[in-house]
């Protein structure tokens, strides 16, 4: 299995809605990534977990909050969201520090409306 | 500070035109480039890596890029493209402590 799985793969929510993104990965990877991407942008980096402990949080909003249950999944849950929210949501993976490479998921279509 | 620069933003060609997208980066250390392909609403697929050795690299769907140490470039060719190459592509670098170094993205479109 070479695939990074995301679901939901559109998500509508108000902004005072509870949600989450998941995302998994069978590939023993064991860096997880999420990023944001606008559109006709490169995505941003968001978090960065390592062998499931949060490495890197580039200073994003207390309303996403990644969480690694283990070292297969990665969810990011979302709360008190604002419309500039809407965007593109990525989830990668890498084998280590990502030297070969990092492989996306198809991403999750977020709208706040 | 890192960066990595794509210097055409939009590159329209004809069907069996050759490609050629400029990448060039500025990192002080040992590079890792890499070239992403964007097709229209699907996820980011690594077309080509480099890491070290022979810097002319093959990757898939017929793309080739040349590491240039001396140029800081990494550049995207391809002899002929198809209709199927449109998409956006992306360079990167990795930088230090997990993290990929983004170019702006060039959007290709290929007129059948």
């Known amino acids: 299995d070479t695939e990074v799985t995301q679901t939901p793969k559109h998500l509508v929510m108000g902004m005072t809605n509870k949600k989450s993104l998941k995302c998994e990965q069978h590939m023993g990877h064991r860096a997880m990534y999420w990023y944001k991407q606008k559109a006709k942008k490169p995505p941003e980096l968001m978090f960065v977990y390592s062998y499931e402990k949060l490495s890197i949080n580039e200073s994003v909003p207390s309303r996403f909050s990644p969480e690694c249950p283990n070292s297969s999944l990665l969810n990011l849950h979302l709360h008190a969201l604002q419309p500039e929210d809407s965007a593109l949501y990525l989830c990668?993976?890498?084998?280590?520090?990502?030297?070969?490479?990092?492989?996306f998921g198809s991403g999750t279509r977020l709208t706040v409306v | 500070a890192q960066s990595v620069s794509q210097h055409n933003h939009h590159v329209i060609l004809s069907e069996a035109a050759s490609l050629e997208l400029g990448c060039n980066y500025s990192?002080?250390?040992?590079?890792?480039l890499f070239w992403y392909v964007q097709y229209p609403g699907q996820h980011l697929q690594l077309l080509l890596k480099?890491?070290?050795?022979d810097p002319l690299v093959k990757g898939i769907k017929g793309f080739e890029a040349e590491f240039i140490k001396s140029k800081f470039s990494f550049n995207l060719r391809k002899p002929s493209v198809q209709w199927s190459d449109t998409a956006e592509y992306f360079c990167a670098v990795r930088g230090s402590n997990y993290q990929l170094i983004w170019g702006a993205g060039t959007k290709l479109i290929i007129k059948p």
């Open positions: 480099y890491f070290s050795g």
């Open positions: 990668a993976s890498s084998q280590g520090t990502g030297v070969d490479g990092y492989t």
């Open positions: 990192y002080g250390g040992t590079v890792n």
